[in-house]
Every structure is written in C-alpha cells, then in structure tokens.
C-alpha cells in the first residue's frame, strides 16, 4: 500500500514511517518540520536499508496539513490507500498560552487533510489520540469504554474534538474506515540509536528529560509530587516503547482492510511505572546518575494511568513486547549517540 504519513519526521511518525517501509509499503511523509528536522527522514532511509537490504521507498513532502492546495497536490501526484495522521502540537503547557495555535493545528488541520482526503476518494485513516481524553478515570486500568472525560488543557480538548470531528465523519459516509489509537506514554527509540525523540528546549516529558540529566544537559530531575497514593508516591504511568507503539499503526491498517466505521483502541503494555521506576531504569542503563528532587505536584497531573490493552490484543492482533529494560536500553543509545539530537547535522 501506499501511505501518507503526516507528521512523519517527528518522533513517532519517524518510527512507524520505518515500520511501514520495513513491511514493504510506500511511504509519503507530509510534515512542515516546525518540530522536527529533515534529517530524521534520511535516518529512517538509512535504517530501512540497511535492516532490508533495498532502497526506502519514502517522499518526503515539505508542507503543511492546514495547506489544502498542497494537500490537493500531493493527492493528486500520489496514489493514496491510507493516511497515518500524526501532525499536530502537542507540548501541553504551550497549548495553555497559545490556545488558537493549537485548535488551528490540530482541529483545522485535521478537518482541511479530510476534505482533501474525501475530495482524493480516500477513506482510510489512522489517527493519534491519547489517553488524556479520559480524564481522571474512575478505575485502573483503562478500558475503552471508560467514559471519555474532561481534559484539563487546549491540547487534550483539541484530541478530543478530532475525535468527535471523526466519530461524525464515519457515521456521515461508511466509506470511512478510522482508527482512533489512544497512545499512552511513548519512550524508547529505535534500536539503531539513529533516531529518537528530540525535544526543543526543555524536554516536557518525563523521560528525554532524565536521559537530558543523565548526559549532563540537566543538573536534576524535579520529580513532580512525592505524595500521590501509588508505590512509592510518585506518579505512575504506561510508558510504551516507540517501536511497539509504531507497529500498532500498521495493526490499525491491516484492520481497515476489512472493516469501516470508527475504530478505538489503547495502546499501552497495561503495566504501570513509577517515577523513580524510572530514574533507576536508566541509572541501569546508563550506569550513571539522575540525580533528582521531589517538588510540588504538576497541576493537572492524574496520580496513576495505565492501558487495558486486552482490546486490541483481541481485535488488531496486536500487544506490546519490548520491556522497560529494552526501553530505557535505546533511549540511552540515542541520547549518547546523539547528545544534541539532530542538531549535530547542522540541521533541526
Ligand atoms: P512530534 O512533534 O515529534 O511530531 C509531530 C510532527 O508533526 C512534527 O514532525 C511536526 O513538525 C509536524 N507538524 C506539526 N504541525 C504540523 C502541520 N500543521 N503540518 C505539517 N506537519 C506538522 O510529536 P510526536 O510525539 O511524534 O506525536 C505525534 C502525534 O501523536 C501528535 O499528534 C501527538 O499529539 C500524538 N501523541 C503524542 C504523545 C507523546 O507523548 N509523544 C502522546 C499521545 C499522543
Ligand atoms: N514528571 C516528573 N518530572 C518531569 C516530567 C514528568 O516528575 O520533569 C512526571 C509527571 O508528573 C508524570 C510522569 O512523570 O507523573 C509522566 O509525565 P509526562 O509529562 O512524561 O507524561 P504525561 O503522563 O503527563 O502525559
């Protein structure tokens, strides 16, 4: 098949870009690199050839979702069986202050490659949701059929919104097949040490920020809260390696063969991780130290979150399989191999 891969040089596009191209489809990345760096893209090229032995049947388009013209064009010179649709911004604290940035990106966006996408006659998408649109569930773990519930920032309402945007779409013609995959924490990188996630400025999140600490970028860790009700009172989360997460995109795909309508599923491992779970997973890797202090909790943070994955074992035929060893294991090799992530290229 042929896919269109928004987004694509970002950290988990860049991912599943190499998961598509290593199961033999094409691949056509759309991406405006306003958080990225083209030098991703040659990195996936390099891994897919050396882990195939052929050429990466990968395009990379310079451009922008909210573009219909380019859209238009890029339909038009590609013929498209599916999208994967992971451009969008996603740093949380930033969506607070530039609310209209966010909905225009991640709303706007989605809508005009929709229209694009109906007015090509292609009907098959794979879209990026979290699991912050549950809310603060009432139980452990996940399910699906939680109720959705009420994100606390412009960056997880506008998640919500596409989803609700797309629940419309696929009753309004059952031409569309849509998966909504409800990632939970994505971490890791591919095993080459080749490509990772890449934060501007300030990591985010928590782990490039740890492995930022454990290279010497960062003096410490601020551990946000030591007193929630879990292990060892701090927050627990599903953290899911990035190479499990990307094959979960091509499950979601071999799912539309057969099916329309709207499809949703988590992906998660169902295990959940503390915080300092995670400073010692890569003290051990690394064989340094994070050094780090407990501060005030983050508003907005839930105590614990964890994926009931049971759904999609059953329906995609999909499960996570890399632990948090492995996890932590490729997320050092990046960060040590790439110190200024893909700055070192001059490019990014
Ligand atoms: P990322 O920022 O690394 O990748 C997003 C890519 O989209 C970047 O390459 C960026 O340049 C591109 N982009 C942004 N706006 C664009 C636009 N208007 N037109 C074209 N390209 C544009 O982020 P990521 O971590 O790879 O996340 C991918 C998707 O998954 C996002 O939609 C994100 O909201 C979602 N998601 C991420 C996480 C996470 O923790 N990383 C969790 C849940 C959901
Ligand atoms: N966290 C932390 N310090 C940081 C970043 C994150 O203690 O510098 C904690 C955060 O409170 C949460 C977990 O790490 O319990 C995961 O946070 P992240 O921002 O990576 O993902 P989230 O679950 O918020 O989407």
């Excluded at 098949?1 to 928004?6: C, E, S």
Aim: charged share 20%; proline share 5%; aromatic share 8%.
């Amino acid at each position: 098949m042929k896919i269109l891969v928004t987004g694509g040089a970002g950290y988990i596009g860049s991912h599943t870009a190499v998961e598509l191209l290593n199961a033999a489809h094409d691949v056509v990345v759309l991406d405006n690199y306003c958080n990225s760096s083209a030098v991703a893209l040659e990195r996936v090229a390099k891994i897919v050839a050396d882990e195939t032995g052929r050429p990466a049947q990968l395009t990379a388009v310079e451009g922008d979702i909210r573009d219909r013209a380019a859209l238009d064009t890029l339909f038009s010179e590609h013929d498209i069986d599916g999208v994967v649709h992971f451009a969008g911004l996603k740093a949380v604290g930033e969506s607070v202050a530039k609310p209209l940035e966010y909905y225009e990106n991640n709303v706007g966006g989605s809508i005009t490659l929709c229209q694009a996408m109906q007015a090509a006659g292609v009907f098959n998408l794979v879209f990026s949701s979290s699991a912050t649109v549950y809310g603060e569930p009432p139980e452990m773990p996940i399910r699906e059929d939680f109720p959705i519930g009420v994100p606390t920032n412009p960056y997880g309402r506008s998640k919500l919104m596409v989803e609700e945007v797309l629940q419309d779409l696929a009753r309004s013609n059952e031409r569309w097949s849509i998966a909504l995959l409800r990632y939970f924490n994505p971490a890791g990188a591919h095993v080459s040490g080749l490509i990772g996630e890449d934060p501007q400025g300030i990591p985010n999140n928590l782990v490039p920020y740890i492995s930022q600490v454990a290279i010497g970028a960062r003096k410490r860790l601020s551990v946000f809260g030591g007193d929630y009700p879990t292990t060892d009172g701090t927050g627990v989360r599903d953290y899911i390696h990035v190479v499990d997460l990307a094959k979960g995109h091509l499950s979601a795909l071999n799912w539309m063969q057969g099916n329309s309508g709207v499809g949703i599923w988590n992906l998660g491992t169902g295990l959940g991780y503390s915080v300092l779970d995670m400073v010692r997973g890569l003290e051990k890797a690394s064989a340094r130290e994070v050094p780090y202090e407990i501060v005030d909790r983050r508003p907005g943070d839930i105590a614990e979150c964890w994926a009931d994955a049971s759904k999609a074992a059953a329906e995609l035929g999909w499960k996570a399989e890399l632990g948090l060893d492995q996890m932590m294991a490729d997320t050092w090799r990046w960060q040590s191999m790439n110190p200024d992530g893909y700055k070192k290229q001059g490019q990014g």
